[in-house]
């Protein structure tokens, strides 16, 4: 269990440096379309003017689930906005803190299905295969599904997070993979997670 937890920090660590050069770096300004500061202010006012009396939220814009909404829907334009009322700083520390905890975290649970199935899984290459397979169903899943079922949504953003999600869970992964997973043969510290 302890190499699983050093392999699930140094694992973190690794998609963690990922996701700091798809998001951290001038690379992640790529998907992203930029309006001139007149236009963002007229927007952000427009913002503050109807939705910071509802609050914070995600708002489907038009909602379609009324007679005029479903005509503004079609009319467009069409937005999912993620609204908060608050500023906040471009760069906010506390939120890196708590992703690489959370990068941490995912590489320690995708270490506990792994060991799980290291006795029957017991190659390097078979392992890789089984974690390849789980990064690209995630992210198909959870990611590229966004534009799937909101066909409204550019792809280029939600394709560029799915690679960078992708990329960051095979490098943490492989960190476990190679290193700190039993190797064929090599006995192992009895478990509980068996």
Known sequence: MIRLIIGSLLGGLAQFLVGFVFWGTPLGKITFRVASDAQNADVQAALARNLAPIGAGTYYVPWPDTPAGTVMMGKGPVALIHFSPAGAAPMDTGALIAGLV????????????????????????DRLRVLLLFAAATTLYFIVAQPVFNSYMPWGYWIYTALGDFIGLVAGGFVLVRWFLPRPGQPEAPSTLQ
Do not use: N, P
Not at 111 to 125: E, K, P, S
């Open 102 to 125: 959370l990068s941490i975290l995912t590489i320690f649970m995708i270490g506990l299905a792994l060991h799980l199935i290291a006795g029957r899984v017991a190659f390097f290459a």
